[in-house]
């Protein structure tokens, strides 16, 4: 396997042996680099000076810190790319190709998330890929893959959430659906293209082969709809019926009461589940009301029957109490219960996220000291760690085309002066 | 440990891992078993929990008609085996010894019987056992109960997702979501630590943690309060923002919802959507018709923010209107065929007879032998080298090594 012979930088484990050519960018494309990077691979972001890479969204949209604006200043890019290298490449420019070809040979992995076509139109198909590094692994993840009949066509999180089945699932009845209120199925590309790129990596280990992997989020999306889905296949029982979406509820695992009321303050509510009759009876104490000791609901059966009126209930219950208190009254006696939490709530006050380490801290020259995603897991001999705010715009040209790939100082002036890099 | 053979098939090939079962380890497993490896899920006798979770077939319940568990667990094999029976620990240990990879409970959950995976890492030095818990393994919160409900309201999915008014409740992303975000999390750090063990022989723990996981997950939400400390608000079909944003789901003539998507706010983008009311003759019936004129002309400086701001509007609302005039999938069609990212909001049913997946190859029939039935299931979400790894039916308690064959 040919490598360049420029060391690692710091060569930790577990990931540390590994260098991405990553061309992608959103949260489903940088979101998986960056879970990599976070392990120790080492991640160079190529980007377009032409645009100032606002092909990627983040690049052109906040949260920003304050009154400035750029390239340089969103936290969402940050977040995104933390612990990555960034160069700049025209790949308009026959320059930026061959320096692209360059960086490629020196590669484990390419990735990317263009729109199907795009990365053959500028002549790194895998096939022409693998001229240049015969072992490496391309992973291709876009919203709709690339065959088939929507493979040209344009997607976001939220509109593969649709097209996917699951905007559909989550909304209460009797009104449209509510979807998701982020872009769940970028983290879940992410993911899985994280996930992809680790399982070709092992694949190469054991037989020194690359691979193409095109992923599509909507075929990621269906494989989440699991259960509703067997409900149409086996049952032939469609989702679109009267009563659904019901997300609040407990459909297939069958715990009542089991939703989402109000409680004391603005906007503030508090969600809670029976799993079985004997946690219903520890709620019930809770309660203490005359109403929650019907011998009606004792079983599951009984409080199913009842469920809209037994909502009804709980709600006049709750409206009137403390959250957190209610829920921790409630945990108190076995019942699993949660406030829903504002970012202030799981980000600053919850112990678990603290002793996690979950949100490390980074310095950005423009964000100043600012925390970004951890991950959800931690590994008990070659743990992740992360150090540095994400790469602006062009910063590492020096150290990926003067010390990876072998420029001078000079050359490496003429091509910034021409606009290559 | 073979950690895979030299000419394997697919990425996990040769690799072997044992699940033991639960609500939050199936999809691991799932997407193990896509991976290539050789899964096995470990059930007490009776069978696990999630064999009583439903739909069942038909609508009999019963540990054998559980859809849910047929959904999880296919492409494993099965084996039964009471962990609380000191009988039995000999049994598990000789077991482990099989295995290069343990999915299970966490810390907590395991020494509750009677396990500990740091020890029987020590045991097994090349073992990786990826603990899956709530909190993590030594969390101060790790007594707590939880569910896939309470998990998503702690977590910070449920403030996120809901309508414009506020008098509704936050509503949870869809039932099980926790298993689905946690198990790609688990397969990471067990595959991270895999690549490790390849070079260095040893193994180690991957500790899980549900609720961490799922605040990593919230997009939008988690940065701008790490940012700028601002808090995001829940909007109908559309991102939780700091600042109320126009809506992006409207109802289609037909009376299903679609997505409009992110119009591009540009000038040729101005002009196909002129051309597109032109087709329909509903220029003079959009009140904004002239704004789209004045930016397909290059009249409107879209340098200045609040004119480009306001062409955007413009288009979102001009694509929310010929919605209004059409069927939802033609909708979604021609807007796609025309260069906008809109969507069509589909049910389940909708996607087995979505043209895309069919032509993907995404739907495969497995029969069922117990049921006696074919089941439409989806195809491994992942192809290697072109290929995605058929997977045949969940293990049954009576005939654990069942397996079923496949066919698209």
New interface residues.
């Given amino acids: 396997m040919s490598r360049c012979e420029v060391p690692r930088p710091d060569g930790r484990?577990?990931?540390g042996?590994y260098r991405i050519c990553d061309l992608s960018g959103q949260?489903a494309g940088a979101g998986a680099t960056r879970?990599l990077a976070s392990?120790g691979a080492q991640v160079i972001r190529v980007e377009d000076p032409v645009t100032q890479g606002r092909w990627d969204i983040l690049r052109r949209s906040?949260?920003?810190?304050d009154e400035h604006r750029g390239v340089d200043h969103g936290?969402?890019f940050?977040?995104y790319n933390a612990d990555k290298l960034g160069v700049t490449l025209n790949l308009r420019d026959p320059r930026g190709r061959q320096l692209l070809q360059r960086l490629v040979r020196c590669c484990d992995v390419v990735t990317e998330n263009f729109r199907t076509g795009v990365l053959d139109g500028l002549g790194f198909s895998y096939e022409e890929l693998k001229l240049i590094k015969p072992d490496i692994i391309l992973v291709s993840n876009s919203g709709?893959?690339h065959?088939?009949?929507?493979?040209?066509?344009?997607?976001?999180g939220?509109?593969?959430?649709?097209?996917?089945?699951?905007?559909?699932?989550?909304?209460?009845p009797s009104?449209?659906?509510?979807?998701?209120?982020?872009?769940?199925m970028?983290?879940?590309g992410a993911?899985?293209g994280?996930?992809?790129i680790?399982?070709?990596?092992?694949?190469r280990?054991?037989?020194g082969r690359g691979?193409?992997?095109?992923?599509?989020a909507?075929?990621?999306a269906?494989?989440?709809?699991?259960?509703?889905?067997?409900?149409?296949?086996?049952?032939r029982?469609?989702?679109?019926r009267d009563g659904r979406?019901d997300?609040?509820r407990?459909?297939?695992?069958?715990?009542v009461p089991?939703?989402?009321?109000?409680v004391a303050g603005e906007?503030c509510?508090?969600?809670?589940?029976c799993?079985d009759d004997a946690d219903w009876q520890a709620m019930r104490s809770v309660i203490d009301q005359p109403w929650a000791f019907d011998c009606d609901l004792d079983a599951v059966s009984g409080r199913r029957a009842a469920e809209d009126r037994l909502s009804k209930m709980i709600a006049a219950w709750t409206a009137t109490r403390h959250g957190e208190d209610t829920a921790l009254r409630l945990?108190q006696v076995?019942?699993?219960?949660?406030?829903?939490?504002?970012?202030?709530q799981?980000?600053e006050e919850?112990?678990?996220?603290t002793?996690?380490g979950?949100?490390p801290a980074v310095d950005h020259p423009n964000?100043g000291r600012?925390?970004?995603?951890?991950?959800?897991?931690?590994?008990?001999?070659?743990d992740?760690a992360t150090h540095d705010a994400a790469p602006c715009l062009g910063q590492h040209n020096r150290t990926v085309f003067g010390e990876l790939l072998g420029l001078t100082d000079t050359e490496i002036d003429v091509l910034a002066a021409d606009g290559v890099i | 440990m073979s950690?895979?053979?030299?000419?394997?098939t697919?990425?996990?090939s040769?690799?072997r891992v044992l699940e033991l079962a639960s609500?939050y380890t199936g999809?691991a497993g799932l997407?193990f078993a896509a991976?290539g490896a050789d899964v096995t899920v470990l059930e007490p006798p009776g069978g696990s929990a999630t064999r009583?979770?439903?739909?069942f077939?038909?609508?009999v319940p019963g540990p054998e008609r559980s859809?849910?568990w047929?959904?999880?667990n296919r492409g494993k094999t099965g084996v039964v085996l009471d962990l609380g029976d000191p009988g039995s620990r000999t049994e598990f240990d000789q077991l482990l010894s099989t295995f290069d990879v343990v999915v299970g409970p966490g810390t907590r959950a395991a020494n509750n019987q009677g396990l500990s995976p740091?020890a029987i890492?020590e045991q097994h030095p090349s073992l990786i056992w990826v603990a899956l818990s709530p909190?993590?393994s030594?969390?101060?919160?790790g007594r707590?109960?939880?569910?896939?409900?309470?998990?998503?309201?702690?977590?910070?999915q449920?403030?996120?997702?809901?309508?414009d008014d506020?008098r509704?409740?936050?509503?949870?992303?869809?039932?099980?979501?926790v298993a689905?975000?946690?198990g790609?999390?688990?397969?990471?750090?067990a595959?991270?630590?895999?690549?490790?063990a390849?070079?260095?022989g040893?193994g180690?723990?991957?500790?899980?943690?549900?609720?961490?996981?799922?605040?990593?997950?919230?997009?939008?939400?988690?940065?701008?309060?790490?940012?700028?400390?601002?808090?995001?608000q829940?909007?109908?079909?559309?991102?939780?923002q700091?600042e109320p944003t126009q809506r992006?789901?409207v109802?289609a003539g037909d009376g299903r919802?679609?997505?409009t998507?992110?119009p591009v706010g540009d000038t040729p983008s101005s002009n196909r959507l002129l051309k597109w009311l032109e087709e329909l003759g509903l220029q003079t019936a959009f009140d904004d018709t002239f704004l789209l004129e004045l930016a397909s002309s290059g009249k409107l400086d879209l340098a200045d923010p609040a004119i480009a701001s306001e062409l955007l509007s413009v288009q979102r609302a001009c694509l929310g209107f010929i919605a209004g005039q059409m069927a939802a999938h033609e909708f979604?069609i021609e807007a796609?065929e025309r260069?906008?990212?809109?969507?069509?909001?589909?049910?389940?049913?909708?996607?087995?007879e979505d043209?895309?997946?069919k032509?993907?190859g995404?739907w495969v029939n497995i029969y069922e032998p117990d049921l006696d039935?074919t089941?439409?299931?989806?195809a491994s979400?992942?192809?290697?080298?072109?290929v995605r790894r058929p997977l045949g039916p969940a293990p049954s308690l009576t005939d654990p090594q069942i397996r079923g064959s496949q066919s698209h």
């Fill in positions: 484990e577990p990931l042996r949260v879970i392990l906040g949260p920003y810190l936290g969402g940050n977040n709709f893959g065959d088939g009949p929507y493979s040209g066509y344009r997607s976001w939220p509109v593969i959430q649709a097209v996917g089945g699951l905007t559909h699932e989550v909304g209460l009104t449209e659906p509510a979807g998701w209120g982020y872009s769940f970028d983290h879940i993911a899985a994280a996930m992809s680790l399982a070709a990596l092992v694949q280990e054991h037989t691979q193409a992997i095109d992923l599509s909507m075929d990621l269906v494989q989440l709809l699991g259960p509703a889905l067997m409900d149409v296949s086996v049952n029982r469609p989702r679109r979406p997300s609040n407990s459909e297939f695992v069958g715990m089991h939703g989402v009321y109000p906007d509510w508090i969600a809670l589940a799993r945990r076995g019942v699993p219960a949660s406030v829903v939490a504002r970012p202030r799981r980000i919850d112990p678990a996220t002793e996690w979950l949100w964000l600012v925390r970004v995603d951890g991950l959800g897991f931690h590994l008990s001999a070659t992740w | 950690f895979g053979a030299q000419h394997q697919w990425p996990l040769g690799t609500e999809f997407l991976l009583q979770f439903g739909p077939a038909d609508d859809l849910w047929r959904y999880y740091a890492c909190f993590g030594d969390s101060a919160r707590e109960p939880v569910t896939d409900l309470t998990l998503q309201a702690g977590g910070g449920l403030w996120s997702c809901g309508y506020h509704l409740p936050p509503v949870r992303g869809g039932e099980g979501h689905h975000i946690v790609f999390q688990a397969v990471i750090g595959l991270g630590a895999l690549l490790s390849i070079h260095s040893r180690q723990v991957v500790d899980v943690s549900l609720h961490a996981t799922l605040n990593v997950t919230t997009e939008l939400a988690t940065y701008e309060w790490l940012v700028r400390g601002a808090t995001v829940r909007q109908t079909g559309r991102h939780a700091v992006t789901q109802r919802y679609v997505n998507g992110v979604f796609q260069g906008f990212s809109a969507g069509i909001i589909n049910a389940a049913e909708d996607l087995i043209q895309h997946l032509a993907r995404m039935r089941i439409i299931y989806p979400p992942v192809a290697f080298d072109g």
